[in-house]
């Protein structure tokens, strides 16, 4: 066992905790730092979703990913903030006060992975574990300017991760150029028989950019109304750049995205207010220590313990479930979700990646997005690949105003790889 010290300058707050001295051992990762998102388990590490109610935590076991860093050698040198628990775009929604984006401190740094995006791209840690429940990973890789990717759903063990909405979301990779994340990637990919939804499909793959005869596919929804502009014309000129290396582009349409977001809203709510009823001051949270009925005691420890954004999740989650609502909305949004799977399917017959803009605008001001919907409108471009599960990332690919433009690369089922190697045409 080797050991490094880690004491880094965190001007952008991109850290919950840290670890001083850090113990790590041979293989592939060896002394590579890695930091993970604090919705991550680690064994005696304190890990809070960057929720009050978790404050002190200390996980009793490792997340599988984190079992499988530290097998590889890697150094997990910290936790990274995030929004409450995964809900955010921001990672404004922290308890602990947000995160500053490296490239201009008066931005976010999207979120909600932002800490994990923010460490990687202040070269605070060589690489991150971030979480991608409706654009987690890839929205703040777009903001700061490096590469993350969402993998097929099942392709990463969950097991660990705090879940949010567990239908939706990956633990997945992010690092400053493609090589890293590759690297990475075959670490945490493979199966686990601790997720049930875990699938058979290790990753071991070494990136190249051969791109004769690939077929883009640019759904015109992905450069239509609410996407800035300029950061459409950004993404168009990559995909001229894939166009001169040999690939084709090809336009396309999916009709679903008008109700994607609705959709997601509605189905991720839905798992929030039953996933997070653990958090009751028994199972889990401070010790509850009035006299109180438990009524009284239970809606104490919860308006205490969660943020504003999280209790209106779960008040708007548990309505949708609510006997009587459950078929107009909760089915509803099930029936969307079939209707995006079935566009990629039949897109996917005729091409062999989707690509368009990752996020619709560049990073916001810090503040700028107070109102809750307009946060959730800035999800509409990375919320269908997680509906689906396909794998999808962003790739830095210009910028606008000197802020960084991701180009989101969607895949087919389990063609991580493929979008992988697209995006390697820009290292
Ligand atoms: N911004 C989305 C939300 O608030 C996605 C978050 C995530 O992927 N964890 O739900």
């Not at 009587?324 to 029936?335: L, M, P, S």
């Amino acid at each position: 066992m080797k050991t490094i010290s880690f004491k880094p300058d965190d001007a952008v707050h991109a850290f919950i905790t840290t670890i001083p001295t850090v113990s790590y051992g041979d293989g592939p990762l060896s002394g590579v730092t890695v930091a993970v998102k604090d919705n991550i388990s680690t064994k005696g590490i304190e890990t809070t979703c960057a929720s009050k109610i978790l404050k002190g935590y200390i996980p009793p076991y490792d997340a599988h990913v984190v079992t499988l860093l530290k097998d590889a050698g890697a150094a997990i040198v910290g936790k990274t903030n995030m929004d409450e628990f995964g809900m955010g775009t921001t990672t404004e929604n922290s308890a602990f006060g947000p995160t500053f984006n490296p490239l201009d401190h008066t931005r976010v740094p999207g979120g909600s992975s932002g800490g994990s995006a923010a460490a990687v791209a202040a070269h605070l840690v060589d690489c991150a574990i971030g979480s991608d429940t409706g654009g987690s990973i890839r929205c703040p890789a777009a903001f700061c300017g490096i590469v993350g990717l969402k993998p097929t759903y099942g392709r990463v063990s969950r097991f660990g991760l705090i879940a949010y909405a567990n239908s939706l979301e990956q633990i997945g990779p992010m690092a400053r150029d493609v090589t890293t994340l590759s690297k990475l990637y075959a670490v945490i990919a493979g199966h686990d028989p601790r997720d049930a939804t875990s699938v058979n499909k290790p990753y071991s793959h070494t990136p190249s950019s051969d791109m004769n005869g690939l077929k883009i596919g640019m759904p015109e929804e992905f450069f239509g109304e609410g996407v800035n502009p300029k950061v459409a014309d950004v993404v168009r000129t990559a995909i001229k750049t894939l166009e001169s290396l040999g690939a084709e582009a090809v336009p396309c349409t999916m009709p679903s995205m008008k109700y994607a977001l609705s959709a997601y809203y509605v189905t991720c709510t839905s798992e929030a207010s039953s996933n997070l009823a653990r958090f009751d001051g028994v199972r889990y949270g401070p010790a509850i220590e009035t006299l109180k009925s438990w009524h009284d005691a239970y809606s104490d420890q919860r308006k205490d313990g969660f943020g504003k954004e999280v209790r209106r999740r779960i008040i708007l989650g548990t309505f949708s479930l609510a006997a009587g609502y459950y078929g107009r909305y909760y089915q509803k949004a099930q029936t969307a979700r079939q209707m995006v799977r079935d566009d990629f399917e039949r897109i996917f017959r005729d091409v062999d990646v989707i690509a368009g803009p990752t996020m619709p605008d560049i990073a916001f001001k810090l503040g700028e997005k107070s109102d809750p919907l307009q946060m959730y409108l800035s999800d509409i471009l990375t919320v269908p690949a997680n509906l689906a599960g396909v794998p999808a990332l962003s790739v830095p690919c210009g910028t606008v105003d000197n802020m960084p433009v991701g180009l989101q690369l969607i895949g087919r089922y389990f063609e991580d790889e493929r979008i992988i190697d697209t995006a390697y045409a820009f290292e």
